[in-house]
């Protein structure tokens, strides 16, 4: 893997480094209907769509309540982590897959010695007590973003982070996974994260043979 170190999360060169890549958010976009052909996952055009234009800065710089309130707390977040459990985060801007040239992650945090990744979410207040009460929901709601931790980096565990600093009774709840740990991604479905990477593997190997008959495709299809 090729880690970009000193990007910064955030910018126009991390944005652009991003562009026609996969990263956590987006995997979790397209690991749906993963009974049908990845070309029925709305996200899919989009990604393709990157592919046949120049990166936009203009097209991307949205940014809701809870994506604010992230870059504000994240920080907090990690340095009560560092605190907590002794241990130094090392941050990076994007992390690039060498198996798999269309994935790569911009992690929360990686402790490198213990081979762990750690993923933050600062939510709302009842979003963050329905967590304490189901730890199991955190792990629902983020697999794919987890799966992507492994998958990218290739750490032995990933420390689920939900942090709402004004909660006065746990304002930090530490979630560990491995690869062996459970999540439920249907009614029906409870797989062990191992094999949720497997699925995550196959999926984004689709995703790029599908992308490049497509642009193949539509090349032959330009031709006057």
């Known amino acids: 893997m090729k880690i970009y170190k000193e990007l910064q999360q955030g910018s126009t060169p991390w944005l652009e480094i991003k562009h026609e890549k996969v990263g956590g958010s987006r995997l979790a976009k397209i690991m749906t209907k993963l009974d049908k052909s990845v070309r029925e996952c709305s996200e899919y055009y989009a990604i393709l769509a990157e592919h046949m234009e120049d990166f936009d800065p203009f097209e991307v710089n949205f940014q809701n309540y809870q994506m604010i309130r992230g870059s504000e707390f994240e920080p907090l977040a990690r340095k009560e982590y560092e605190r907590i459990y002794g241990v130094k985060v090392e941050q990076y801007g994007w992390i690039q897959s060498d198996e798999i040239k269309i994935a790569g992650i911009s992690p929360d945090g990686h402790i490198p010695e213990l081979s762990k990744a750690i993923e933050i979410k600062c939510p709302s207040d009842n979003t963050h007590v329905m967590y304490m009460l189901n730890p199991a929901a955190f792990l629902e709601e983020y697999c ?73 495709i539509l090349s032959k299809g330009n031709e006057f």
């Not at 973003?145 to 942090?163: E, P, R, T």
């Not at 062996?180 to 190997?205: G, M």
């Open 144 to 216: 794919w973003q987890i799966v992507h931790n492994f998958l990218v980096i290739g750490v032995k565990s990933v420390d689920g982070i939900s942090y709402r600093p004004e909660n006065k009774i746990k304002p930090m709840l530490v979630i560990p996974t491995t690869k062996d740990t459970l999540i439920q991604i249907s009614k029906k479905e409870c797989y062990p994260i191992s094999y949720l990477v497997e699925l995550a593997t196959k999926r984004l190997n689709e995703l790029e043979m599908c992308i490049k008959e497509d642009l193949e």
